[in-house]
């Protein structure tokens, strides 16, 4: 079983009742297991300084709960990819996929990172077709395919860099 939503660009859900907002410290427990819904999470003791980081913009899903978690982050100094914002970690846990929550995690992020740098990159897994349309409607362009990027491996698949250039 992946641990991406199925790839099915012709079927499309309702958007589901819940709102987007920045992470607050009482969020790291629910963005934990957001992020474990798609298997381990070795940053997990980073989080907490994440969602307190004015460098970076941590967002959660709500509806009853975090249903899903986001970040735009600065990454600089690798050899494989241009320094510059970064969306991170754009997850919704199955039972709130196809209910516009993604969407509305990434247009914040968007929207955080247009003023602050002309380009916002991501780097997704080749296998995830709905993540990679999701981007893809909302400006993002492939620039490059690796098995690695910024030091992110991807096993048993290959890594696809985006990138979005201010509007």
């Known amino acids: 079983m992946s641990r991406f939503a199925a790839y099915e660009p012709d079927r499309h859900g309702v958007p589901g009742?819940?709102?987007?907002?920045?992470?607050?410290?009482?969020?790291?427990?629910?963005?934990?297991?957001?992020?474990?819904?798609?298997?381990?999470v070795p940053f997990a003791a980073q989080v907490p300084a994440w969602v307190v980081d004015p460098d970076r913009r941590v967002v959660v899903a709500e509806s009853e709960g975090v249903v899903g978690w986001a970040m735009v982050a600065?990454?600089?100094?690798?050899?494989?990819?241009?320094?510059?914002?970064?969306?991170?970690?754009?997850t919704v846990v199955p039972a709130a996929r196809?209910?516009?929550?993604?969407?509305?995690l990434l247009l914040d992020l968007i929207g955080w990172a247009a003023p602050?740098?002309?380009?916002?990159?991501?780097?997704?897994?080749?296998?995830?077709?709905?993540?990679?349309?999701?981007h893809v409607r909302h400006g993002f362009r492939e620039v490059g395919r690796s098995d690695s990027f910024a030091g992110i491996m991807f096993a048993g698949g290959v890594g696809v860099l985006l990138v979005r250039s201010a509007a």
């Open 98 to 104: 196809r209910q516009g929550f993604g969407e509305r």
């Open 17 to 40: 009742p819940g709102s987007v907002r920045p992470a607050e410290p009482g969020d790291v427990a629910g963005i934990v297991a957001v992020a474990a819904s798609r298997g381990a």
């Open 116 to 134: 602050r740098s002309a380009m916002l990159g991501s780097v997704i897994n080749a296998t995830n077709g709905p993540s990679l349309d999701l």
């Open 74 to 90: 600065p990454w600089a100094g690798f050899d494989d990819v241009p320094d510059g914002l970064y969306v991170s970690a754009l």
